[in-house]
C-alpha cells in the first residue's frame, strides 16, 4: 500500500486529496470474491439466476440460498459478505411489509430499492461504521411493468435490462452486451444467462445446479427445482 493513500483508508468519512473512499472501494472488491449472479428481463417478466458454490460435500445444499423472495412480486440476489447480505435482506422484506401496510400494496418497486440503498449509503458517511459488503440485485413486477435493479456498497442504484453482480461480472457483462436481444421469451432469458455465466465462472461444479428464479406478469416469483433447471442445463 502507497504510503499516502495509509492516511486516508483508516476512516470511512475521509476522502482522499483525489476524491476517493478507500473502504468503500475495498468494499466493493469483497463483492467481487463472491458468487456470480445475473438478472436479466424477458418479453413479459424478469428472471435471476445465480451460480451456486458449494465449499464442502458435507454441506446440506438446500442450506445455501442465493436467491431471497421478499414477497410473491419481488426477489433478490446478492453477492458479497452473506451476513451482510441476510441484514439487507430482512431490511427490504420489513419495508415491504411497511408500504403494503401505509398504501396498501407495493406500487413502485423502485422505492423500496431506494430505501435499501438509503440505509446502505448511511454507512458511508459515519464514523464507527464500515460499509456492506455486498451487491444486490432486485427484481420484480410493479405497476410499471418488469422491474430490475441493481445496488452496490456506495448505495448507488441502476435499472437495467440486464445486470450482473459478483467475481464474474465484466465477463457476464461482455456477453450479454453482445448477445442481449428486446422481447426475448422466458426459456430464451434463462438459456442466455445460463451461457452467460457459464462464460465468467472458473469452477464449472458451481454450474451443476444454478439457482433460477422468475416471474410473469400477472403471476407470482416461482423458484425452479432441480429437476426445472437440469433441462436448462441439458
Given at each position: ?29 469483497a463483492v467481487k470474491k463472491g458468487s456470480t449472479a445475473l438478472g436479466i428481463k424477458f418479453k413479459d417478466g424478469v ?142 432469458a434463462i438459456r442466455m444467462g445460463i451461457a452467460a455465466l457459464k462464460s465468467a465462472v472458473a469452477d464449472e461444479s ?5 439457482e433460477i428464479a422468475s416471474i410473469k406478469m400477472g403471476e407470482t416469483f416461482h423458484v425452479f427445482t432441480s429437476e ?7
Amino acid at each position: 500500500m502507497q504510503q499516502g493513500q495509509m492516511a486516508y483508508d483508516r476512516a470511512i468519512t475521509v476522502f482522499s486529496p483525489d476524491g476517493r473512499l478507500f473502504q468503500v472501494e475495498y468494499a466493493r472488491e469483497a463483492v467481487k470474491k463472491g458468487s456470480t449472479a445475473l438478472g436479466i428481463k424477458f418479453k413479459d417478466g424478469v428472471a435471476l439466476i445465480s451460480e451456486k458454490k458449494v465449499r464442502s460435500r458435507l454441506v446440506e445444499k438446500t442450506s445455501l440460498e442465493k436467491i431471497q423472495l421478499i414477497d410473491d412480486r419481488v426477489a433478490a440476489v446478492t453477492s458479497g459478505l452473506v451476513a451482510d447480505a441476510r441484514v439487507l435482506i430482512d431490511f427490504a422484506r420489513i419495508s415491504d411489509q411497511q408500504e403494503k401496510v401505509t398504501y396498501g400494496s407495493l406500487m413502485n418497486i423502485e422505492n423500496l430499492v431506494k430505501r435499501v440503498a438509503d440505509q446502505m449509503q448511511q454507512y458511508t458517511q459515519y464514523g464507527g461504521v464500515r460499509p456492506y459488503g455486498v451487491s444486490i440485485i432486485f427484481a420484480g413486477l410493479d405497476s410499471i411493468g418488469p422491474r430490475l435493479f441493481d445496488c452496490d456498497p456506495a448505495g448507488t442504484i441502476n435499472e437495467y435490462k440486464c445486470v450482473s453482480i459478483g467475481a464474474g461480472k465484466d465477463q457476464v457483462t461482455a456477453y450479454l452486451e453482445k448477445e442481449y436481444k428486446e422481447n426475448l421469451s422466458e426459456d430464451e432469458a434463462i438459456r442466455m444467462g445460463i451461457a452467460a455465466l457459464k462464460s465468467a465462472v472458473a469452477d464449472e461444479s458451481s454450474m451443476k445446479e444454478p439457482e433460477i428464479a422468475s416471474i410473469k406478469m400477472g403471476e407470482t416469483f416461482h423458484v425452479f427445482t432441480s429437476e426445472e433447471v437440469s433441462k436448462y442445463l441439458n
